[in-house]
């Protein structure tokens, strides 16, 4: 069954923190940005403001709060969430923009939108502020991350059938 969302066109990221959907996107048709939906069923969906407006990439639960960073125009810019509706300002490495993010629960790891052998990485369990960490194992577009209880896995988009796995965000295989 499709169930319609509200105005945005392009949708980029959704999480799940166990009772609520938080959906992030890049576009509406009247060309607002700092938009947001959430739901608790995938069936109503309800429009949400975020402080912002910017081309949001990507939306990770870590089992605390919501993270939200840019994936594209104004870089560096990221908000967290309790509930998916209230949010506050984080600090994510300046100038850049983001694929994809996960968390153990206490370290996030988010993935660049551009090529490059580092991700962006915070060890609180609310991610307030971003450092740099070198250490995928080859200079690719990195698109998709996930954590699966023991290791993040990172997988890469293009002519290649690279993956790469790590307990930490720091030391990558």
Same mark, same amino acid.
């Given at each position: 069954?499709?169930?319609? *969302?509200?105005?945005? /066109?392009?949708?980029?990221?959704?999480?799940?923190?166990? =009772?609520?959907?938080?959906?992030? +996107?890049?576009? *509406?048709?009247?060309?607002?940005?700092?938009?947001?939906?959430?739901?608790?069923?995938?069936?109503?969906?309800?429009? /949400?403001?975020?402080? =912002?407006?910017?081309?949001?990439?990507?939306?990770?639960?870590?089992?605390?709060?919501?993270?939200?960073?840019?994936?594209?125009?104004?870089? +560096?810019? +990221?908000? *967290?969430?309790?509930?998916?509706?209230?949010?506050?300002?984080?600090?994510?490495? %300046?100038?850049? =923009?983001?694929?994809?993010?996960?968390?153990?629960?206490?370290?996030w790891v988010a993935l660049y939108r551009d090529y490059g052998t580092s991700v962006a990485r915070s060890t609180t369990p609310t991610p307030t502020t971003w450092t740099d960490q070198t250490g995928l194992p080859a200079?690719?577009?990195?698109?998709?991350?996930?954590?699966?209880?023991?290791?993040?896995?990172?997988? %890469?988009?293009?002519?290649?059938?690279?993956?790469?796995?790590?307990?930490?965000?720091?030391?990558?295989?």
């Amino acid at each position: 069954t499709e169930h319609m *969302t509200p105005t945005m /066109r392009m949708w980029t990221d959704a999480a799940w923190n166990g =009772s609520l959907f938080v959906v992030v +996107g890049c576009g *509406t048709d009247d060309g607002v940005n700092n938009q947001t939906i959430t739901s608790p069923d995938g069936i109503t969906w309800t429009q /949400r403001t975020l402080p =912002s407006s910017q081309q949001w990439g990507t939306v990770c639960w870590n089992g605390t709060v919501f993270c939200v960073l840019t994936g594209q125009g104004t870089t +560096g810019v +990221g908000y *967290t969430s309790p509930d998916g509706i209230n949010w506050t300002a984080c600090t994510p490495v %300046a100038g850049r =923009s983001y694929s994809a993010i996960a968390s153990n629960g206490t370290v996030w790891v988010a993935l660049y939108r551009d090529y490059g052998t580092s991700v962006a990485r915070s060890t609180t369990p609310t991610p307030t502020t971003w450092t740099d960490q070198t250490g995928l194992p080859a200079s690719l577009l990195w698109t998709s991350i996930a954590w699966n209880g023991t290791v993040f896995c990172a997988v %890469a988009r293009g002519n290649t059938t690279i993956a790469a796995t790590s307990p930490d965000g720091i030391t990558w295989t």
